[in-house]
């Protein structure tokens, strides 16, 4: 259903009123009438009584139309704010991930910078959730709210998995101390890591990220949706 701008409701107030203002009037020279003769105090008096009857009816309702529109507009812009809000957080924890990823993959790595990118996108999305959690209260950010968490959630998979990469580059790194085969070497169990836990993950990361693209571009169809017009 197409909503009413603050014209439209104002002239539909307008109409009611002129048309309610019509009908008193001529109820009241009916009931006033006396045959065919013209009484212009009683004219008068009910043009008078009419037009205070208007504006007593006029008053009390266009003072609610218009605190109606503006307290639908605050909502309205509060809730763009707050979905913009989320979406580019969102966006930027997933540009986390990638930083992650890259630094987990990358030949100098260093486990306290990746734990430091993974501990920054767990504090982060905690306050995104309380955000969202905000958005969801509100009838028009329902779609919203359900598509940010599903993205939220693909997001704490994936965070959880790089971290569980990170595990295996620093056994693949150090094999000496994590070796708990007896009959196996450190190049050799360094191998087996490698091939059987590090790549299959890396595998299965990788093919995590569409999805996560997918969940954004919904999630900024949403956003845009939510935005105010001022046309």
């Keep these: 259903m197409k909503k009413k701008t603050l014209k439209e409701k104002i002239n539909k107030v307008c109409w009611w009123t002129a048309g309610l203002t019509v009908l008193y009037f001529i109820v009241g020279a009916f009931l006033k009438s006396d045959g065919t003769k013209f009484d212009p105090v009683k004219t008068y008096d009910l043009i008078k009584d009419t037009l205070t009857l ?59 910078h990746v734990n430091e990118i993974l501990s920054e996108i767990t504090t982060e999305i905690k306050n995104i959730r309380s955000v969202n959690s905000q958005i969801k209260a509100r009838k028009n950010g329902i779609n919203f709210s359900e598509c940010a968490d599903k993205l939220i959630d693909g997001i704490v998979a994936l965070s959880l998995d790089l971290s569980q990469l990170s595990v295996y580059k620093i056994k693949i790194l150090n094999p000496e101390e994590y070796n708990d085969y007896v009959e196996t070497s450190p190049e050799e169990y360094a191998e087996h890591i490698q091939f059987n836990y590090y790549n299959a993950l890396l595998f299965q990361i990788t093919r995590s990220y569409p999805n996560l693209n997918t969940l954004k571009a919904n999630l900024s169809s949403l956003c845009d949706e939510l935005k105010v017009r001022t046309s």
Excluded: G, M
């Excluded at 309205?76 to 540009?95: G, H, I, P, Q």
């Design 54 to 112: 208007t504006a007593t009816f006029l008053a009390p309702v266009a003072a609610f139309v218009l605190f109606s529109d503006w307290r639908k507009q605050h909502e309205d812009v509060a809730l763009e704010s707050d979905s913009t809000n989320v979406f580019n957080r969102l966006n930027d924890v997933k540009d986390k991930l990638l930083e992650a990823h890259f630094a987990i993959d990358d030949e100098k790595f260093d486990v306290e």
